[in-house]
């Protein structure tokens, strides 16, 4: 908390005068965490520091792409001062762009060091997993790899999101870096010729196969709980958990500082709040139950424990290096 206050000191400094809370510059963060659970993270941080926030949000159906596209067209002359991504890829990509700045805040001393980028330029905090759901009118013995959405039992009965945007490309960029292209490549022409159904996005997976129009689909803990929240025929379960299983993919938020931003010690700021554990607190305790990255974290008992997860081993430098191959295979192979 000292840090912070410490921060919001210099904020008032830089603007030049003693005025009062109304003279400090606002905050402008891009974020791709969906608004009905990133909104009240933002007001509490206004609360408490009295600084204003100005969000800009992405929408459902261009997760993350949009406001890393938005962000490589403003870097120029950069509008936001922070960053919020639902993923960590496409933040990679934004570093490798020249995008953010580094920032090591003293609130990332606790995050595990996989969640963290080597050079500071970015930090993970409250994670989500990919997950299998699927609908108990349907399924009475449900798959437990991703690797049985190739199965010819789940021919035409599966849907997956478009592996375009959000924490679904993020996906097939981890597979092509883990896997190599062949293996990658051939996945996705088996779901092809599986036909598995590709919908708009992951909460779209969630609703069809919840309203029993396919028996499983691939999404994320978020969209997965809140089927089971709201009542409906639908469960999850995390995939390639045995001994001989790869483990899921476990993939965290990232923060990330804009390079030349028009708030830097602002953005700081906020940044040292986001990686808080009362953030990971809050957003484990939402419909979204998101996984808090810091140990000790009081969660509720629906929400996964990241000790008790086989999480995918990831090198997320190399699968941000794949992102646009995969992307392009994606777009001209499997989708056309």
């Known amino acids: 908390m ?3 206050m410490g921060l919001l000191s210099m904020i008032l400094v830089f603007a030049g005068c003693g005025c009062g809370k109304e003279d400090t510059p606002a905050v402008v963060v891009y974020t791709a965490l969906d608004e009905m659970y990133s909104q ?13 926030v100005k969000a800009v949000y992405d929408t ?6 949009g406001l890393v596209q938005r962000l490589i067209a403003e870097q120029s002359r950069p509008r936001a001062d922070v960053f919020w991504n639902n993923e960590v890829v496409q933040t990679i990509v934004l570093k490798n762009e020249g995008v953010t700045a580094p920032y ?3 609130a990332a001393k606790d995050i595990p060091e996989q969640f963290k ?69 051939g996945f996705f022409v088996d779901l092809q010729k599986n036909d598995v159904a590709v919908l708009a996005g992951n909460a779209t997976v969630r609703d069809m196969v919840a309203q029993g129009e396919y028996a499983i689909g691939l999404t994320d803990t978020d969209d997965a709980n809140g ?17 001989e299983g790869m483990g899921t993919l476990v993939i965290p938020n990232t923060v990330a500082l804009i390079r030349a931003g028009p708030n830097p010690q602002g953005g700081k700021a906020l940044i040292d709040y986001l ?19 810091k140990p000790g974290i009081e969660t509720p008992e629906t929400v996964p424990n990241l000790t008790e997860v086989k999480a995918m081993p ?17 777009q001209q192979e499997f989708l056309r």
């Open 60 to 65: 459902e159906a261009s997760k993350t792409t």
């Open 227 to 243: 089927a089971v929240e709201d009542g409906l025929p639908a469960k999850w379960i995390m995939p390639d958990q045995g001994e």
């Open 104 to 106: 090591v805040s003293p």
């Open 117 to 185: 980028d080597p050079d500071g330029h970015w930090a993970g905090f409250a994670a989500r997993a990919r997950v299998i759901i699927y609908n108990t009118d349907l399924v009475a013995d449900p798959p437990t790899s991703i690797l049985d959405f190739t199965k010819p039992e789940w021919a035409g009965a599966a849907a997956i999101a478009k592996p375009l945007f959000g924490t679904t490309a993020t996906h097939a960029a981890v597979l092509f870096a883990t896997w190599g292209d062949e293996r990658a490549k």
């Open 40 to 52: 009240p993270v933002l007001r509490a941080f206004e609360k408490q520091t009295g600084v204003k």
């Open 2 to 4: 000292r840090t912070i």
């Open 314 to 330: 990831v090198d997320f430098a190399a699968a941000a290096a794949q992102m646009a191959a995969s992307a392009r295979f994606i």
């Open 275 to 293: 990686l808080s554990p009362d953030v990971e607190r809050m957003l484990a305790r939402t419909r979204s139950i998101q996984i808090p990255l």
